[in-house]
């Protein structure tokens, strides 16, 4: 009889209601974590605890003075301003500003919903703001934000957390249960919204992995023994109508059973990839990867190749990684590194006879739940290209730019400079003909924004600074916002960060929002604005 896993946290709430605990604190939304990626052993990568759910923001809006915004011309912002409310508000390109709705004090996380925060047509925009727990909000241009639900920080932490489809009809997302980064495999409600109005289509219950395309949705869910241990996986298909179970797999072998699950449609939404990891008893922590194709139609998910794998997927990294090729060609997946938890291979799946080749042989840093000091990976608009930030073992770190298309040339590979220096940011320009990204240091150290161009594989400085993480471009694929930290010459007082815009093809700057007053050479009144997206 299979069952489906029930994790504690209920019962942990009522006990932290009775005995009145206190809750583990988070860092700022600008906080990293200070140690080398490249030295921390997977196995010591610790996951964070949760906490309570942060108090809904109660929007100050000018709808109207919104709705009047141009389109494409506007930042969203997360502003801070001494003895005002935090608030997300939008700022035009002459730095005029208007309120979007408050932000609550405990909040130390103001952020877009993941890699794919943006719907492809560019309509949507999808945001977390909380703690470890907090509520997921959708805006549509540049209307008021609409309050989706609340959430687990979990659902936005990327590479396939929080989805829209390709036509940018509808969203979903899996609401993980609360403490499933503690729990071998995290799993939760996935929910799927129509995008123009909000209104919920379906839950499912129970689900680890999950894609979308236009029509249909495609989960896996994990049952089960006595033992705790899911010593079942089903493949579930939903149709826009009904639900049906596709495909049930166990594991190969006895007292064995699975620790995680990927999962991705094929773009013609025929076919399907997925990846499983399985743990058995008699080989102790080595677990061992499993790369399936399945066919909705027909019922069937066939093992493809399989292998051991030098570390182990986790809850709190997305080190389970499944997706395709525009094409369809290939199929990619990945492999953890056993190096830290949140660093991986890169394998890529010649469809047409199975060949598998590995592109990136390790340390490709993927998103991991407590942060980590290089850029998470981005796909490009048209999903031909993939960026990552790659790191070693002696912290020479360097950009590599994969053409999903043609997995068979190496990888774009640009170094960030001295040992040391990191990826900072990564972004691509919307016609998918640049990747933007900051390399060097960080926290106000020298460092340089650089546009790669795609085609030719040659890079271009755009401008020396001291720039922070986040590199926002602009539709018009010609300005970038960034953070430029700023330092007077007296040490004993504060530094602090202006945003500005910078043209990527003159390197011209605008300072569009200045963090401090700075008078004799003192500093006061500091303030921040911290770009997330255009609109």
């Keep these: 009889m299979r069952s489906m896993r029930r994790s504690g946290w209920l019962i942990l709430a009522m006990i932290l209601v009775l005995v009145g605990c206190g809750t583990s604190s988070t860092p700022e939304v600008t906080a990293r974590p200070t140690s080398d990626e490249e030295t921390t052993p997977a196995a010591e990568v610790a996951s964070p605890t949760p906490e309570p759910p942060t108090e809904t923001p109660q929007p100050t809006v000018d709808a109207q003075a919104l709705d009047n915004l141009p389109d494409g011309q506007n930042l969203l912002v997360a502003l801070t301003r001494p003895g005002e409310p935090r608030q997300l508000a939008m700022m035009n390109r002459d730095g005029n500003i208007i309120s979007v709705m408050n932000i609550p004090d405990n909040a130390t996380r103001v952020t877009a919903c993941g890699d794919e925060a ?83 289509l379906a839950t499912f219950d129970n689900v680890t992995a999950f894609d979308i395309n236009n ?49 991705s449609f094929a773009p013609n939404g025929s076919r399907a990839a997925m990846v499983l990891e399985q743990r058995c008893a008699s080989t102790g922590t080595q677990t061992q990867w499993q790369f399936y194709t399945l066919d909705p139609g027909a019922g069937s998910a066939t093992l493809v190749s399989s292998d051991n794998q030098p570390g182990a997927f986790v809850s709190f990294a997305r080190n389970n990684n499944v997706f395709y090729a525009p094409s369809g060609e290939y199929a990619f997946f990945t492999v953890p590194d056993g190096v830290t938890a949140y660093t991986v291979a890169v394998a890529a799946v010649q469809l047409s006879d199975f060949t598998i080749t590995v592109p990136v042989g390790r340390q490709a840093v993927f998103p991991n739940f407590s942060g980590t000091t290089n850029a998470y990976p981005r796909f490009s608009v048209d999903g031909r290209w993939l960026a990552m930030a790659v790191t070693s073992p002696n912290n020479e770190n360097q950009v590599m730019v994969l053409d999903l298309s043609n997995p068979t040339v190496p990888p774009i590979a640009l170094s960030a400079g001295s040992r040391g220096d990191l990826i900072s940011g990564l972004n691509f320009t919307r ?95 500091v303030r921040t604005a911290i770009p997330l997206t255009w609109r």
């Design 118 to 200: 943006t719907s492809p047509n560019a309509r949507f925009f999808a945001f977390y703001v909380g703690g470890d727990t907090g509520d997921l909000y959708l805006m549509d241009n540049t209307k008021s934000p609409v309050r989706i639900d609340d959430a687990e920080y979990l659902a936005c932490l990327g590479n396939g957390t929080f989805q829209f489809s390709p036509d940018s009809n509808r969203f979903a997302y899996i609401d993980f249960f609360p403490g499933v980064t503690r729990e071998e495999y995290p799993d939760g409600i996935l929910k799927l919204y129509e995008s123009s109005n909000g209104n919920q």
């Design 215 to 263: 029509n249909q949705a495609v989960f896996v869910s994990f049952f089960v023994n006595d033992r705790n241990e899911a010593d079942e996986a089903a493949v579930s298909l939903w149709d826009g109508s009904a639900t049906r179970e596709i495909a049930t797999l166990r594991p190969s072998a006895e007292r064995c059973w699975f620790t995680s699950a990927a999962i």
């Design 431 to 525: 016609d998918n003909r640049q990747l933007i990204y900051t390399a060097g240091g960080q926290g106000g150290a020298d460092n340089a924004l650089i546009a790669l161009n795609l085609e030719s594989g040659s890079e271009r400085r755009v401008l020396r600074g001291h720039f922070d993480r986040d590199v926002v471009v602009a539709p018009d694929n010609n300005t970038a916002a960034l953070l430029d930290w700023q330092r007077v010459e007296d040490p004993r007082q504060p530094t602090y960060m202006n945003l500005v815009l910078v043209n990527l093809n003159d390197s011209t700057v605008t300072t569009l929002f200045t963090g401090a007053d700075v008078e004799d050479g003192r500093v006061n009144n």
